[in-house]
């Protein structure tokens, strides 16, 4: 994005120490280019009521790939509708599984410069996608299987797998209440938690998601 060029999010790097001045560079950085405010926070501080739709970049050379990994369900779960982009990335690390949670959107590598980082940055603010030609090769590959939200199904209690096939099925409120014996307030509730953890906000969200991940082929 050109200097001067605003995004209503917030930015949050997410750092082991925020004490470190490769990381103030880097927020510096990100601040300059963008003209907003990049803070660092500890993965402690990141669960917050104030991140909710923002975006998270996240410093890879802090954590263990196993870390990352349970950090994204946290925020897949709790924030799904974050941007994550995994930032100082090693060309030579083998992190593609990373990409298996919907709320990774970009990746970024230690070698890219400023300008690479800011453009980067951007792509993913306006709602797309920014990885490497490697990381693409990875998805097209998979893209007809349901890794992208694997962890995400998985987290569903079986209501709200319930909940995801009839309205899958088109059924209306009043028809899912009646078919599982509920009240249309809990059916409802349980709708909003599946939105939640799908990181949709409605049922259009939902059919979208299904149908980008190929669950109706998949059987799930």
């Known amino acids: 994005m050109a ?4 995004d209503d999010s917030k930015t949050y790097l997410v750092v082991s120490h925020c004490n470190n001045l490769a990381i ?3 927020a ?3 601040e300059t280019q ?3 405010t990049c803070t660092a ?3 402690d501080d990141l669960f917050c009521d104030q991140i909710q739709d923002d975006l998270v970049l996240i410093n890879v050379l802090d954590f263990p790939s196993a870390e990352i990994e349970r950090l994204l369900g946290r925020i897949q779960e709790r924030m799904p509708l974050c941007r994550v982009i995994l930032v100082n990335a090693d060309r030579g690390d083998n992190i593609f599984f990373l990409l298996n949670w919907p709320v990774v959107k970009g990746v970024i590598y230690q070698q890219d410069n400023d300008t690479l980082i800011s453009k980067a940055i951007d792509v993913v603010c306006k709602g797309r996608s920014w990885f490497p030609r490697n990381y693409m090769d ?5 893209r007809k299987t349901p890794t992208r939200c694997g962890h995400v199904f998985e987290s569903l209690t079986s209501r709200e797998r319930q909940m995801l096939d009839h309205v899958v099925r ?6 899912i209440a009646d078919a599982l014996c509920l009240s249309t307030h809990t059916v409802k509730a349980h709708l909003q938690s599946l939105y939640r953890k799908v990181g949709v906000k409605n049922r259009v969200g939902v059919m979208r998601w299904v149908h980008e991940n190929h669950l109706e082929e998949e059987g799930q």
């Open 34 to 36: 963008r003209g907003v």
């Open 170 to 175: 088109g059924m209306s409120n009043n028809e």
């Open 138 to 142: 990875y998805l097209v590959r998979h």
């Open 3 to 6: 200097q001067g060029s605003r």
């Open 24 to 26: 103030r560079l880097l």
């Open 41 to 43: 926070i500890t993965r």
């Open 28 to 30: 510096r950085s990100i």
